[in-house]
């Protein structure tokens, strides 16, 4: 058995479409949906994968992929960025609307 790099290219798919929705458009609605998607939700995923990557390990035929590192660190990063963008957005949003 390998690690779950599934998990993590579901992470980074989720991250990839909240970093569409930036481009997409304007409003509030979008921006927080950019924020669950690239914030709880891939961070969500990430939990998935690490825990089921614990458990691959505790087992005598694990092979520990070589992706699974540096996607994880991507995972990360990128939602990270993208979560930041999204809440400035909302932030500025809200600031302008007073």
């Given at each position: 058995?390998?690690?779950?790099?599934?998990?993590?290219?579901?992470?980074?798919?989720?991250?990839a479409a909240?970093?569409?929705?930036?481009?997409?458009?304007?409003?509030?609605?979008?921006?927080?949906?950019?924020?669950?998607?690239?914030?709880?939700?891939?961070?969500?995923?990430?939990?998935?994968?690490?825990?089921?990557?614990?458990?691959?390990?505790?087992?005598?035929?694990?092979?520990?992929?070589?992706?699974?590192?540096?996607?994880?660190?991507?995972?990360?990063?990128?939602?990270?960025?993208?979560?930041?963008?999204?809440?400035?957005?909302?932030?500025?949003?809200?600031?302008?609307?007073?």
């Open positions: 058995m390998s690690a779950p790099v599934f998990w993590l290219c579901i992470g980074l798919a989720l991250v909240a970093a569409g929705l930036w481009f997409l458009d304007d409003g509030v609605p979008l921006a927080v949906l950019g924020w669950v998607l690239a914030g709880p939700l891939a961070i969500g995923v990430l939990a998935i994968f690490l825990l089921q990557d614990s458990r691959r390990r505790a087992g005598s035929w694990y092979a520990p992929a070589a992706a699974a590192a540096p996607l994880t660190a991507v995972l990360v990063v990128t939602a990270l960025v993208v979560v930041g963008l999204h809440a400035y957005h909302v932030a500025d949003v809200v600031a302008r609307s007073k």
